[in-house]
């Protein structure tokens, strides 16, 4: 579990604010920070990661303190056990995709997670490639194994996706959602996008102007947003991945895309259908 409770003064393009969170999550689960531009989600990222000094607070990661302003305790960043992916790739140019990602190792530690997380990202073909060559889906991939490769306890992710197409985007939501599975991974995501948000995580927590609003599921979350419990909407697609089948609706000028794999009744692109909030999952109905 990752506990924090932290204060900062940030001064933002709309003035100074004072950022206040108080946070408990548990491990292994998938967070994602949702709010407007300088609501201070980057900013609580760059805390957790010991890149930003808050004023005052606390950061407890299982039994290991990180950071008390009480007792003068600030770990540096290379001693927490943390992995960071940031939107711009942060990538050595001089270096191939392996090196790159062995560069998160220790100087005496086994490079076989490398192979292993290659193969994972699907990069095993782009082993011996400088990253410049690479497309922007395919470095951010490599970021991603670097920052995995250091077997973080926690994995923070600023808005990795939000430069790539959307086609790439949504293979590396799953690649995304592997990783986190494969290696037990806490996982906090910054991110705009809604459809990634419900895809994604388990719950998901509403900044607005540095104090935590909500902290709920992303289907309580995006409902109650609109102010109804019920919402109406057409049906866009309906795609597959595996075993899951997802519906995706188009609700005003939103698409929301619903998990309808344990549902018996199967939709069609045009059809008018209803969503409601029951027990914190949405349900799709036919209208």
């Known amino acids: ?17 004072q950022l206040h969170v108080d946070v408990k999550i548990e491990s292994t689960k998938f967070i994602s920070i949702y709010g407007a531009s300088g609501a201070g989600k980057t900013s609580l990222l760059r805390m957790l990661a010991g890149f930003l000094k808050p004023d005052k607070g606390c950061i407890k990661m299982n039994d290991s303190l990180w950071f008390d302003s009480l007792k003068r305790i600030d770990v540096p960043p290379q001693k927490r056990k943390i992995g960071f992916v940031f939107q711009d790739y942060a990538l050595f140019p001089n270096m191939n995709v392996k090196e790159n990602i062995a560069f998160a190792l220790s100087k005496n530690e086994s490079k076989n997670i490398v192979d292993e ?6 990069l095993l073909n782009f082993a011996d490639r400088k990253v410049d060559t690479l497309s922007g889906g395919q470095k951010q991939r490599v970021a991603l194994a670097r920052a995995i490769a250091k077997k973080p306890l926690l994995l923070l992710l600023d808005e990795p996706l939000s430069a790539i197409d959307n086609t790439m985007r949504v293979q590396l939501q799953s690649t995304l959602l592997e990783v986190h599975k494969r290696f037990n991974l806490t996982t906090i995501l910054v991110s705009h996008d809604m459809d990634e948000i419900i895809k994604l995580s388990d719950a998901v927590i509403y900044i607005e102007q540095g104090i935590i609003k909500q902290n709920t599921t992303p289907a309580s979350f995006f409902l109650n947003g609109n102010n109804a419990s019920t919402l109406t909407g057409n049906v866009v697609s309906v795609e597959a991945n595996g075993t899951e089948k997802f519906t995706v609706i188009l609700i005003k000028n939103r698409i929301m895309k619903i998990n309808s794999t344990e549902q018996e009744v199967n939709f069609s692109p045009g059809q008018k259908v209803e969503i409601v909030y029951e027990n914190a999952v949405p349900v799709i109905r036919k209208l």
């Open 1 to 17: 579990m990752i506990d924090f409770a932290l204060q900062k003064k940030l001064h933002t393009a709309n003035g100074e604010m």
């Open 117 to 122: 997380l290659l193969e994972l990202t699907g």
